[in-house]
């Protein structure tokens, strides 16, 4: 009878290890991620030349980037970099310079060889 006891506590304490386990292997899950996708819409502007870019802010890390498309060229990513004398945003790569003026709806964009053209 002492045996019998033995016995049935040790399975006890099997099945309750067992129960454990398969509840602690379950317990462990992927975070579900709530980050929204931090892309505003493309928008195009133009300048007095009638030359047209494509403008789309996104978010790069706990920064702001910008892509600018002039037409018929490659798209350039602008990373932010400071803010110009007026406290305009100011986003550079190595070869555009484009300030956001009018709360992000136009801007200046300066070449590498210091041509300057405003957008709006």
Known sequence: MKKLYIVAIALLMVVSCDKKA????????????????????????????????????????????????????????????????????LFTNENYMWEMIQEGKGGKLTSKSGEVAEYK
Do not use: H, M
Request: net charge negative; glycine share 8%; no cysteine.
């Open 22 to 89: 398969e509840a602690t292997s379950t317990e462990v899950s992927k975070p579900t991620s709530t980050e929204v996708s931090q892309i505003q819409e493309p928008f195009k502007i133009k300048n007095e030349k009638g030359e047209e870019v494509q403008v789309t802010y996104f978010a790069e890390g706990d920064q702001v980037a910008v892509k600018i498309q002039k037409t018929g060229e490659a798209e350039q990513k602008l990373s932010a970099k400071t803010t110009s004398a007026g406290g305009n945003p």
